[in-house]
RNA sequence: GUGAUUGUAGUUCAGUUGGUUAGAACGCCUGAUUGUGGUUCAGGAGGUCGUGGGUUCGAGUCCCAUCUUUCACCCCA
């Protein structure tokens, strides 16, 4: 009676040469952000539903994965709660689920937290976050956001320092091809504004969000649609045909937003963003000011970023912005952070694509120790030790078996080196290693053959 | 949530208008080689054709449902 076993929709295993390579990319971000001041912290996977509904938008809440409470959860609720709706009954049978991001979970982190942390309070998380969404590429149900926010100033340095750590991080992977979208919510608020299209608010800014994706006219065209008319689309257009070099981009916005205070803020933000920039040698980075960027996010209030690869079809690799009161909702107001994350799948995939992960990454052990009987194997142990004390790491193999049958255990995992013992090595002392990616063998004492591997 | 698409050996895939006992390559195991892996040669094991129903004398092949894969929309990392 055994039914072929089988993994729930959108989610994944790593086996060992994925984990390597996985944990390439998290050393990297770790030591990052741990370079430029940030603490780690793990929140748990579940949280109250009332922390996390209504902090995503409603798009957002529909993709909430909720937990039944334990135990009978139906003796709790009525056949009244049945019949007005899923959305009743839920409440009734669910009150906690599995975190959706780290951003919302952190600020009932820091809420509850708030006569420990100090701030302004840098921290990151690495954690699985889980999404009811229908996967395809790049999109899983459960995958990993890397997260550094700062809380509790509202410095533009912090914004600056994303940057940084983007551009260090993706330095440090191997990517070079990648743009770093900057927008500012502030803008965005101003050109709604300055166009008159304040109650199409959000559907003005899912139609412009898309203009990379499907050009100038189709967007003119869902504009209209959802509502906009004939002047506000050509207004619209002054803004979207806006291109050239950052400081062309900030100018021509200026223009056109001098009548807006919000959005002259949301331009000299941007503004100072860049000069903090300016005695930093960023190589790489290809920072982009985007008018059209708008993300999903509600919470987002001042700039906000994102991160392509180029020449990938790949969705954004990494996203954030700031938010002004994301801890309000939980009773602690006036408290500003900004932060951003990094999704680890889709760095993964597109390296993967790209072939950028070093050869090393996957390395495992580096010597076996080969042996023919009882007493070889127990003469081996000593060997082992040896080597290990010198933090070289060394298996032996764990049955006795054809020499061959070993040799090939180590070929198929990649082991660089054997050693084998047998009677006359017990004899001599003297241990043969053979390297198996030149076939050379060297003869000699434990002590010398280790020095041999050491260099 | 909407609309497509996919599923056959461990893996990648063939499989004719529905017809006898479902194939290949690679991988795996054993031996040639009793103290040496990768090459070569010989042999071998592996499939209830995603699952459950239905049509038919007969289904891997046709129909329905369901799960899964991939993709687009929505949204997003």
């Known amino acids: 009676m055994s039914n072929k076993p089988s993994l729930p929709r959108g989610m994944r295993d790593f086996g060992p040469e994925k984990m390597a390579k996985r944990n390439f990319i998290f050393n990297t971000i770790k030591s990052v952000f741990s370079k430029y001041g940030f603490m780690q912290i793990e929140t748990p996977a579940m949280e109250n539903l009332s922390v996390l509904t209504g902090k995503y938008g409603d798009e957002g809440d529909q993709l909430l994965y909720k937990v039944l409470n334990s135990g009978d959860f139906l003796s709790k609720s009525s056949i009244d709660d049945f019949n007005s709706g899923s959305n009743k009954l839920t409440q009734k049978i669910s009150n906690k689920g599995l975190k959706y991001d780290l951003t919302v979970p952190f600020a009932r982190f820091v809420v509850m937290n708030r006569n420990d942390v100090t701030l302004p309070f840098k921290r990151f998380q690495i954690q699985p976050v889980w999404r009811a969404d229908n996967p395809q590429k790049g999109r899983y149900r459960e995958f990993y956001q890397c997260d550094a926010d700062v809380v509790g100033t509202e410095s533009l340095l912090c914004e600056t320092e994303i940057v940084l750590m983007i551009n260090e991080v993706f330095d440090r992977l191997g990517i070079t091809e990648f743009t770093i979208k900057m927008n500012s919510r502030k803008v965005l608020k101003g050109i709604v504004e300055a166009i008159g299209a304040g109650e199409n608010e959000t559907d003005f800014l899912v139609a412009i969000d898309k203009l990379d994706k499907i050009g100038l006219d189709k967007v003119k065209e869902e504009l209209s649609s959802r509502g906009l008319d004939a002047n506000m ?179 198929k995992k990649g082991i660089p080196n054997v050693i084998v013992i047998g009677s006359d090595e017990i004899n001599s002392g003297f241990l043969k290693l053979k390297d198996l990616t030149t076939g050379e063998e060297t003869k000699g004492e434990i002590e010398s053959l280790i020095q041999k591997m050491l260099d």
């Open 233 to 411: 689309i050509s207004m619209a257009e002054d803004f979207l045909s806006i291109k050239g070099t950052n400081n062309e981009v900030i100018e021509a916005l200026s223009n056109l937003l001098s009548s807006s205070e919000i959005g002259m803020e949301g331009i000299s933000e941007l503004n100072k963003i860049q000069e903090f920039l300016e005695p930093f040698d960023l190589r790489n980075a290809h920072i982009e000011i985007d008018p059209t960027l708008a993300r999903g996010l509600s919470y987002y209030t001042g700039a906000i970023f994102e991160v392509k690869i180029n020449n990938v079809k790949m969705g954004s690799v990494s996203g954030g912005g700031r938010y002004d009161d994301l801890t309000g909702v939980f009773g602690m107001p006036d408290i500003s952070g900004v932060g951003f994350s990094f999704g680890v799948d889709r760095i993964y995939d597109v390296m993967d694509e790209l072939g950028l992960f070093p050869e090393e990454v996957t390395t495992t052990t580096n010597v076996l120790i080969a042996h023919f009987d009882e007493e070889s194997r127990q003469y081996g142990l000593s060997t082992l030790g040896k080597i290990r004390n010198e933090g070289i790491s060394c298996e032996i193999y764990p049955d006795i078996a054809k020499i061959k049958k070993q040799f090939n255990y180590a070929d």
